[in-house]
């Protein structure tokens, strides 16, 4: 009896799918780790390989970097005002922790609004001249979450070829009939509208500024089309409030169309204080139904009441009348630029603080970046597939809280650097 026992007991560790299943588990684990494992060589062996550094220090012009000694200048951060560490925004944020504490543990239907939610909304609609606005989590969850509310199968939706990462997975959402038109090619851009007049709805959707390449949509020239052709217009604005133009209106008021445009989406995360944060800005009928639809806004967390206030305090001060940031940050651009251009650096882009410093080569962009890292230079390479191959850069971004004095130091790390790669001569 015993030995059939033992028998069965073998039998079914072989046979069993029970006794199978940890067997073949490993057997696919083992297998995603070699195909995960070489895709992460290829990377390597490409020269594309992305280091996070630490950093130790608040966010601003003059960072502490770990493995690294005395203070680093940061020219790679989204951080165009500087108002990222500024103590007023600072202390609003304290203040708001101890009044309305660490977070809200809710989404905003529930019990996830605030007054000062609220507050924040109606102070984004008066900034930009709309009838309301609606707080995301990031800017990425407000382009996920606005297309397929919006848009149906009888609408159109036409994008630009080059547009951010999540506009184009926000638009895979809907079920709207998808165009894209050639990068800022206005001609291309109108052969789709003629196309799609039989639509009910139509959609034209572009970045204000490309935040690779630094170059600025033609916006005066798509609204006039959309005019045109009876079509709104999406703005998305991420790398243009709160500094862009006279007042830091964005895009529209730096080509002086303002109003122009159906629908902005921003974020928080960049020159408005830095912290998180993305919103809708447009018609109030499209606003209230995105509170009612939209899916990343009704089931994900609100935004906590530190940053809400952050964000809060920096619409406060660029109301107030705080123009001279945007116009030191555009002042301080054009000093990069021109100095850059006549060492003989390919720059591109349009006037603005976004400078891509070309090279084509991904180890390269990797390697100067790190040599300028040791010269007390912060930047960062970008290659594929941030951007195509063949156009690796590294992108400077220009704040209004460098000094002249940072500028040319930086300019003169990249002449010792670009010499000693052969960059320029």
């Known amino acids: 009896m015993a030995a059939l026992y033992v028998t069965a007991v073998r039998t079914l560790r072989t046979r069993s799918p029970i ?86 543990s ?12 609220r507050e924040l909304e109606q102070k984004i609609a008066k900034f930009h001249g709309r009838e309301d606005a609606i707080l995301y989590i990031s800017c990425f ?49 109108e052969s789709i509208l003629q196309q799609t007049q039989g639509c009910r709805m139509r959609l034209v959707v572009t970045d204000g500024v490309f935040s690779m390449d630094g170059n600025v949509t033609p916006l005066r020239e798509i609204c006039d089309l959309a005019d045109k052709y009876n079509s709104m217009t999406f ?5 243009a409030t709160g500094f862009l133009g006279a007042t830091g209106r964005g895009t529209e008021e730096f080509l002086g169309v303002d109003g122009r445009c159906t ?28 509170r009612q639809r939209s899916r990343p806004y009704l089931f994900s967390n ?16 660029l109301m107030q009348g705080e123009a001279d940031l945007p116009r030191k940050v555009a002042e301080n651009t054009a000093r990069f630029r021109e100095k850059m251009v006549a060492a003989g ?13 070309m090279l084509g080569d991904a180890r ?35 704040s209004a809280v460098h000094s002249f004095e940072d500028i040319d130091r930086t300019v003169d790390a990249f002449i010792d650097v670009g010499k000693q790669f052969g960059v320029v001569s």
């Open 19 to 104: 006794f199978l299943a940890p067997r073949r588990f490993q057997s696919a684990l083992a297998s995603m780790k070699e195909i995960l494992g070489g895709e992460l060589e290829g990377i390597r062996q490409a020269g594309t390989w992305k280091t996070e550094r630490v950093i130790t220090s608040p966010q601003a012009a003059n960072i502490t970097v770990q493995g690294t000694e005395g203070n680093i200048l940061n020219f790679c951060a989204n951080n165009y005002l500087g108002l990222s560490s500024n103590p007023e925004v600072i202390a609003a944020g304290k203040t708001a922790l101890d009044t309305h504490g660490a977070g809200l």
């Open 106 to 117: 809710s989404v905003r239907f529930i019990c996830g609004t605030q007054d000062i939610h």
């Open 141 to 189: 969850d407000a382009n996920a979450g606005i297309f397929e509310v919006l848009l149906g199968p009888d609408d159109a939706v036409i994008s630009d070829e080059l547009n951010h990462a999540s506009i184009i997975d926000g638009i895979r959402l809907c079920k709207a009939q998808r165009f894209r038109y050639k990068h800022k090619d206005m001609q291309d851009l």
């Open 235 to 239: 703005i998305d604005e991420c790398h």
């Open 263 to 290: 629908i902005i989406n921003s974020t928080l995360g960049k020159a408005l204080g830095g912290a998180a944060g993305g919103y809708t800005a447009g018609p109030k009928e499209l606003v209230t139904l995105l």
């Open 302 to 317: 609100t935004l906590p009441p530190p940053v809400v206030a952050c964000a809060s305090k920096v619409f406060d001060l």
């Open 345 to 357: 650096f390919t720059i591109a882009g349009d006037n603005h603080p976004i400078c891509p410093v």
């Open 364 to 398: 390269l962009a990797s390697e100067m970046s790190d040599a300028l890292l040791k010269r007390g230079i912060y930047v960062i390479g970008f290659s594929y597939p941030v951007v195509p191959k063949g156009k690796a850069r590294i992108r400077v971004q220009i």
